[in-house]
């Protein structure tokens, strides 16, 4: 059975309609990046949806951000996507640029599904999010 969802980013297609797909590794990278690149609270409906990255700014060492990321990707990931199987989480933390943070999320979907990486937005200081 096959499903189509909206294309992410919303755009139009050639013929002026909701640009849609039907492919299931696009479906699920859209997904993951949404389930990474929403802050907890941002939908009403569900709000314990998504992963607040912008608090790990300022925690105290990279292994405990990198720990505290990893385990809020999993627990996130098994609640939303249980079909989609997390193969690496890679926090990035740039000491030169203090205070930026990116994610990146390896993972596989379906018997035979290609490994696919997700690299989610970058949050500087003061909580601003910028797609990377």
Partial sequence: MS????????????HGNVATTSDPDVQQMQHVESIVKTYPGERVMIPQYGIPLRDYLFESGPAFVTNEMQQVVMSQMAMWEP???ITNITPVLDDVTEGVVSLNVDFVSGVNATPSTVSTAVVYVGGNVVES
Avoid at 3 to 14: A, G, H, M, N, S
């Fill in 3 to 14: 499903t189509t969802e909206i294309l992410i980013p919303f755009q139009l297609d050639v």
């Fill in 83 to 85: 079909s989609i199987q």
